[in-house]
């Protein structure tokens, strides 16, 4: 399997994973608006939404058009970005809802939660960087 067709099944799981949670996610904010409560989207989620995005928009799509020109160092350096944002999304969802690093906070959650907001802007930091590293260390197609 080459380098490029490799890329494809990463993405995919990053679609995929970001589908399921997206959907469980979904359901949930339904059936607490159902319940009266205050229905958002969880701000760790915008990690797997974007993450969504990126694969399918950077990594697939160039790969599947097999243009020379779209099929170099960005798809490899998108696949990178989107695995550390939807590696992210654990800690951070975690975070959200204080199941860790904020056993001390008491009341209503807030969207986002400090921790959570930390979590999810440390993933984007590290996930920016990667993007970078391997785009400026890959050889061009």
């Keep these: 399997m080459s380098e490029k067709t490799a890329l494809i099944p990463v993405a995919a799981m990053v679609f ?3 589908a399921a949670v997206l959907v469980f996610r979904l359901r949930r904010e339904v ?17 797997v939404i974007i993450a969504m995005g ?3 928009l950077f990594v697939i799509l160039p790969l ?11 798809p490899k350096a998108a696949a990178a970005l989107c695995v550390v ?3 992210g999304w654990v800690p951070s969802i975690l975070a959200h809802y204080r ?12 969207n986002p939660e400090p921790t ?10 590290v996930g920016v960087a990667m993007f970078l590293i391997v785009f400026s260390l890959s050889k061009t197609a």
């Design 116 to 125: 959570e907001a930390l979590l999810v802007f440390l993933s984007a930091l």
């Design 31 to 47: 059936e607490m608006g159902d319940k009266g409560e205050r229905i958002w989207v969880a701000f760790s989620d915008w990690l």
């Design 16 to 18: 995929t994973f970001g």
């Design 99 to 110: 199941l860790i690093l904020g056993f001390s906070r008491t009341g209503p959650r807030r």
């Design 64 to 74: 599947l058009a097999e243009d020379s020109a779209s099929s170099g160092r960005l």
């Design 54 to 56: 990126v694969a399918a």
């Design 85 to 87: 944002l939807a590696l």
